[in-house]
């Protein structure tokens, strides 16, 4: 089948495009994008009337919950919430309570990726356990589907562990997804040093635990050949780390989480446990920070970090409560909050939604050029919706932005040209 | 061309290292193993060349196949030969190297087998008995006769090593037959190849006249021979590789992936072997293509050679 989508304002970051145009799609990829498309042979013509035509969006860092978990996030429930909130591809990354550290369970999840509509991707376990203490069968998880490998929220705490899993993943030109702390630094603490952290009496990890980790992490990097994938920066002082490094000959990338570019330490105001998040929520000179950096093309791509929990688990105050936001669903919904608040042009918004993390991964997807899958999403910027964690897709609902008001939704999503989600059906 | 036609003599009166020898040396070694592989293989194995010397094999680290190979190879040259089992010995009890060396120079021994876990130890000792010195293997360094057996074990087959393709695979960064191999297969004018993950690599390791690949069967397209190396069941188990069935589906090798090399592909091992770590088990027993006994054989007649070889000139020494 052949269709068209017209009269949109066309957003493409890959190509810096934005302005007016639509797409012609077939059999699953884009046949011609832009001002100027010839629609006569289309089966199905959708008039955009206006409204913003972007790639799909590309997640980085996500979490399902492990099989058989009642009332737990599955795939499916995952997939749901991704094709409402316009990401086309998404990625789970190990965590602790899915470590993704078995090649053979690993294989058995991939089988399992084609049935949800959106694209799954994986990415494996670094160590075992993700106790940093012993690599993890990096080549045959790579076999059985990973592209890339993680070490979740624990950095590799030993240093010689850590080149060897970087020198190790680097013949198969994987990324190693490494959480920036400094393990001792960062242990058992709950949110930034800060005034705030400081007058709440909780154990806090200084934000130069950042600018340690980059810099160990960037210069083994550089020693053992690695690619380094700086998972989820969130402080200045871990920013003007990536700069320094980045001078030199490394290959490293940066991702910030959705929450530590519109949120700060403060949301948390009442010692709210929906705020506890790792890292730590952190102080609005960060976040500014944060947002120029995405501005400047500094960060490669903006994750999630989904992570659906039970109600136990945030039953707890504040220091106890298990850390982790749902945001797959409010991802774009969030950002753009940035962009109505004037601090993010869309199309910045966009970049590290889309290429920015295609490019990362060589995937085809995350542009709307002729040729690349048809992976779409049509969004009204303007419409207002409040967020009811509850009507979320996923069955948890511990959502840090539940009861804020956004303006901007996804009202269609397209993978392959299949469309996985309407709005208004 | 054969000895006869150059006035050269073998010069050496240790083995430390490949690097001492030329193309010359190692034709003469080569030229006198044959010779001795040829009488190994009959009744009369025995001669009395080195009646009168005595071989002290100096093994600080275990070793069962090179220090009986040594031994061997000195008795049927007319050698006394003792084994000084030195792991269990003074060492244990905190006598320094130079202690031992000194001890060990009064009771006169002319030549010594050394085996140690430290680099350089050989050539330590060698300096400070003033003895004629075979480096069995020192740390990670060097282990010379291993990679003359190799390279004559394959000159058998085929006439020379000098432009063949040779494949080394395994763990590179701890092996001393890896680094002894590289040496000699390069003076000896081979083209090298090495295969392993980046973990067990020597740093800058492409700048020693090899070309280096992370990907077996892209390694193995149109080699001649294999060596594999022995992993060291210890390495294997998160620390440098995760574990020994991810080595072998990355780094092991089998006859279908030998299908690339070239058809009458040889495949080394320098013993004792892991099946299914390194090496297939229906690989390392295939006749066709393994020479892993055929290098045991050559291990004796090589260290015959070498004995020989410095067990004249230490008489020269005498005589001059």
Request: with cysteine; hydrophobic share 45%.
């Amino acid at each position: 089948m052949m269709f068209a989508i017209i009269n949109a304002r066309l957003v493409d970051p890959a190509s810096d495009y934005d302005g007016p145009g639509g797409v012609v799609v077939a059999d699953g990829i884009i046949l011609e994008a832009g001002p100027d498309i010839d629609i006569d042979a289309c089966d199905e013509i959708i008039d955009a009337r206006g409204r913003i035509l972007a790639p799909a969006l590309i997640d980085l860092r996500t979490a399902k919950e492990p099989g058989l978990t009642p009332d737990g996030e599955t795939l499916s429930s995952l997939a749901a919430g991704a094709a409402r909130g316009g990401v086309g591809t998404v990625m789970l990354a190990p965590n602790a309570r899915t470590p993704q550290d078995s090649p053979d369970s690993l294989a058995a999840l991939v089988r399992t990726f084609d049935d949800h509509g959106v694209r799954f991707l994986a990415a494996g376990a670094a160590t075992v356990g993700l106790k940093g203490e012993q690599m993890a069968e990096i080549g045959l998880l790579a076999r059985c589907g990973a592209v890339m490998v993680g070490n979740g929220d624990r950095p590799i705490a030993d240093s010689r562990i850590l080149r060897r899993v970087l020198a190790y993943s680097s013949q198969f030109d994987f990324w190693l997804a490494s959480r920036p702390a400094d393990a001792e630094l960062s242990a058992g603490t709950v949110a930034l040093e800060s005034d705030w952290s400081a007058r709440m009496g909780l154990p806090s990890e200084p934000a130069i635990s950042e600018r340690i980790a980059i810099e160990r992490d960037a210069s083994l990097a550089e020693l053992s050949g690695g690619k380094l994938l700086v998972d989820r920066l969130s402080t200045e002082a871990g920013l003007d780390a990536l700069r320094h490094v980045r001078v030199r000959d490394i290959e490293i990338a940066a991702s910030v989480a959705v929450a530590h570019l519109t949120l700060n330490e403060t949301d948390a105001g009442d010692l709210d446990s929906a705020f506890r998040m790792d890292p730590p929520l952190r102080s609005e000179m960060d976040r500014r920070a944060l947002v120029e950096a995405v501005i400047n093309g500094e960060i490669n791509a903006v994750v999630s970090d989904h992570r659906p929990t039970p109600f136990d688990d945030k039953g707890e105050p504040f220091a106890l409560a298990i850390a982790g936001t749902l945001s797959v669903e409010t991802l774009l919904g969030a950002m753009l909050g940035l962009v109505h608040d004037g601090q993010l042009e869309l199309i910045d918004a966009l970049r590290v939604l889309t290429c920015g993390p295609a490019d990362l991964l060589s995937l085809p997807q995350g542009r709307i050029t002729a040729g690349a899958p048809a992976d779409l999403i049509l969004i009204d910027g303007d419409i207002p919706w409040v967020v009811d964690a509850d009507a979320l897709a996923s069955p948890r609902a511990n959502c840090a932005w539940s009861g804020r008001r956004f303006q901007g939704r996804v009202l269609q999503t397209f993978v392959a040209g299949v469309m996985i989600h309407n709005h208004d059906g | 061309m054969s000895r006869a036609e150059f006035s050269y003599d073998f010069p050496h009166r240790h083995l430390l290292s490949v690097a001492d020898l030329n193309p010359v040396d190692i034709a003469i070694i080569f030229e006198r193993a044959e010779v001795f592989l040829k009488r190994n293989r009959t009744p009369d194995k025995a001669s009395d060349d080195l009646r009168g010397l005595t071989v002290l094999n100096l093994f600080f680290e275990a070793s069962t196949r090179t220090q009986g190979s040594f031994e061997m190879a000195g008795k049927r040259l007319g050698a006394d030969v003792v084994n000084f089992a030195v792991a269990h010995s003074s060492t244990s009890k905190g006598e320094s190297l130079s202690d031992t060396a000194r001890t060990l120079a009064a009771m006169q021994p002319d030549i010594l087998v050394v085996r140690h876990p430290a680099t350089g130890a050989p050539k330590f000792l060698a300096e400070a008995t003033g003895l004629s010195v075979i480096n069995a293997g020192d740390g990670m360094h060097e282990h010379p006769t291993q990679a003359l057996l190799d390279s004559f074990t394959l000159a058998q087959r085929w006439g020379s090593v000098g432009g063949r393709r040779i494949l080394i695979v395994g763990d590179i960064l701890h092996s001393r037959v890896a680094r002894s191999n590289i040496g000699l297969l390069n003076i000896l004018g081979a083209e090298i190849r090495l295969c392993a993950p980046p973990t067990l690599l020597p740093t800058d390791v492409d700048q020693w006249g090899v070309e280096v690949f992370h990907d077996l069967d892209a390694a193995l397209v149109g080699c001649d021979a294999v060596m594999a190396l022995r992993q060291q069941k210890e390495r294997m188990t998160g620390g440098f590789v995760p574990s020994e069935r991810e080595f072998f589906h990355l780094f092991g090798l089998t006859h279908e992936r030998l299908e690339v090399a070239s058809p009458d592909v040889l495949v080394l091992h320098p013993g004792p072997m892991n099946r299914g770590v390194e090496i297939h088990t229906r690989l390392a027993d295939d006749p066709e293509i393994s020479l892993i006994l055929d290098q045991v054989e050559s291990g004796v007649a090589v260290r015959m050679a070498m004995l020989e070889l410095i067990g004249t000139n230490i008489r020269k020494g005498y005589a001059a």
